[in-house]
């Protein structure tokens, strides 16, 4: 194992459901996502049902200490183990929570469930998220230019992507 996670990750269930809609529906968090409405339980509820029972897509839940600090969606979009991720931090979360987030979910992708790419996207004003896929090796793929448009504007979205055996190597 490449890289050893000092958290742990685990599957998202209906335990969890009301927390992570907290944090989604933080500004903080919203802010930076592509749909920017505040989410309801009922529609967050059939989200999870749906993709609960979809076996392309790994709901993860990150921890530290027991303690539930962030929220992972790996889906497997194509046929050989390519995959999109999404993921968002709990707006309490300590410094460094990130890191683990990122190393834990890249683990569960590239070893647990034996993936051969990870695709991330970001919205190009959001240099947190730019960095952070950096940080974790992933290389700039594309700049899909005035991709999304939040209802008000266009924004550029950049798209990211990291190799099984890229990881391996880190």
């Known amino acids: 194992m490449p890289h050893e996670a000092l958290t742990s990750m685990r599957r998202m269930n209906h335990g969890d459901l009301e927390e992570v809609l907290r944090w989604r529906n933080h500004p903080d968090v919203r802010q930076h996502m592509f749909t920017q409405h505040d989410i309801g339980l009922d529609e967050h509820t059939r989200w999870f049902d749906?993709?609960?029972?979809?076996?392309?897509?790994?709901?993860?839940?990150?921890?530290?200490?027991?303690?539930?600090?962030?929220?992972?969606?790996?889906?497997?979009?194509?046929?050989g183990g390519i995959a999109d991720w999404g993921f968002y931090l709990a707006p309490h979360a300590p410094k460094g929570t990130g890191a683990g987030l990122g190393l834990g979910a890249l683990a569960y992708a590239f070893e647990t469930a034996?993936?051969?790419?990870?695709?991330?996207?970001?919205?190009?004003?959001?240099?947190?998220s730019i960095r952070f896929h950096q940080k974790l090796g992933f290389q700039q793929e594309g700049r899909l230019h005035q991709h999304h448009f939040d209802g008000q504007h266009h924004h550029d979205v950049l798209c990211f992507g990291l190799l099984a055996k890229q990881w391996s190597s880190l």
Do not use: M, T
Not at 50 to 65: C, G, N, W
């Open 114 to 128: 034996r993936l051969h790419k990870i695709c991330g996207q970001a919205l190009a004003s959001n240099e947190r």
């Open 50 to 79: 749906r993709a609960s029972q979809d076996p392309a897509r790994h709901l993860l839940v990150h921890e530290r200490e027991g303690q539930a600090l962030g929220f992972v969606q790996i889906h497997e979009i194509a046929s």
